[in-house]
């Protein structure tokens, strides 16, 4: 497949570590809330196999943050998504679901909660912060929302654990799993929680101080080396496998929780408010119309830009597969598709049309691993 650069600018900006990972080997980027995001790191399948066995060092600047603070910041947080947070409690992060009045996927952000009256929303790529100052203002809320100066730095891997101890003592190893707390390095503080993009354990950094997490960014690759650490980026692979769901790929604004499989982060039992509340009470109601699912397809390679269909033995169309993979693991393409009722069923199996050759494919639950 031919591949094209990307032109640099000011509106597509650059990362406090741009300059690092460049000189580190980057082959290529991608976009992500208008920012440049690593997207590989030379072959797909040797990031992957190193990210399960070992460290890495992400730049993920581009997870941008949505500062939202003030006296009715918990209600704004609260309207904006479908999971209660009447009982969150500070120092936790929480998976929320940001849906419109029309039960539309806005994003499906993790929001940390910082103190009763200031919250940070960890976004995924769309812009959170229009939505949420049209909202403030609809509403006259006394709020104040803007973008932090925080660019992220996740530490990713089974060996995470043993190089952040090495810096930050074993306190840092002891955090629960979407905990967060505050460490001290290099004359500053930095937000910390036990979290990131993939499924082998890790953290993320929030960096405020751009010349204290310069200095973190060194001094991680520098203890690292005894974990043989390289720089990385979310996989592909890896993120498939765990069914990882990435907003604007596998899932957007014209999905609702409910058909994505996030029916546990949607609480409609409670007396909390929220945009799309009573949309949601009739889809539940009457019942989903189309289901994210795992695939598996007979074959050895696929390259996903667009939708693909997926068809029936009629060649009728009964879904559309979304991302995809050729995952190591299964000897096999996998992927995250949304298909139509009643074809969401596991077993079911389809056609679909890779390089204009016929494969097939069999429905399956996720996550495959």
């Known amino acids: 497949m031919k591949t094209y650069s990307i032109a640099k600018s000011r509106r597509i900006r650059s990362s406090p570590y741009t300059s690092r990972i460049e000189k580190q080997g980057v082959t290529a980027y991608t976009t992500y809330n208008h920012m440049l995001l690593p997207s590989a790191f030379g072959p797909l ?33 609260q309207l904006m998504t479908c999971r209660d947070l009447s009982k969150s409690k500070v120092g936790r992060c929480y998976y929320c679901p940001i849906i419109d009045d029309n039960a539309g996927l806005i994003n499906d952000p993790v929001i940390l909660k910082l103190d009763e009256n200031r919250w940070w929303i ?25 973008e932090p100066n925080v660019d992220i730095l996740a530490v990713q891997g089974p060996k995470s654990f043993q190089l952040m101890e090495k810096i930050f003592g074993k306190k840092i190893t002891e955090m629960k799993f979407f905990g ?57 692979i890896e993120r498939i496998e765990s069914a990882l769901l990435s907003y604007g790929n596998d899932i957007d604004n014209n999905d609702n929780p409910l058909e994505c499989g996030l029916d546990k982060y949607v609480n409609l039992e409670t007396n909390v408010n929220f945009l ?19 695939v598996i397809i007979d074959s050895k390679e696929i390259n996903v830009s667009k939708s693909i269909d997926l068809t029936n033995e009629k060649n009728l169309k009964i879904g559309e597969l979304r991302s995809g993979v050729y995952s190591p693991h299964f000897k096999k393409v996998i992927g995250i598709a949304m298909l139509n009722k009643p074809h ?26």
């Open 344 to 369: 969401f069923e596991v077993s079911q199996t389809f056609k679909i049309s890779i390089n204009h050759s016929i494969y097939e494919g069999k429905v399956c639950d996720l996550p495959f691993i």
């Open 276 to 294: 799309g509340k009573e949309k949601l009470k009739k889809i539940k109601e009457n019942g989903i119309k189309k289901k994210l699912m795992g």
């Open 180 to 236: 967060f707390d505050y460490f001290e390095f290099s004359g500053a503080k930095h937000l910390i929680a036990k979290s990131g993009w993939s499924k082998q354990g890790g953290y993320e950094i929030y960096v405020e101080n751009t010349k204290s997490g310069l200095a973190l960014y060194d001094e991680l690759f520098e203890v690292g080396k005894k974990f043989n650490v390289k720089p990385g980026c979310p996989n592909l």
């Open 122 to 146: 960890s976004i995924a790529d769309s812009d959170v912060i229009l939505f949420a100052k049209g909202l403030a203002i609809g509403n006259k809320f006394d709020v104040k929302i803007f």
């Open 45 to 77: 399948e040797e990031s992957y196999y190193h990210l399960k066995e070992n460290v890495q060092i992400w730049d993920v600047a581009a997870e941008r943050q949505v500062e939202i603070s003030g006296k009715d910041s918990a209600k704004l947080v």
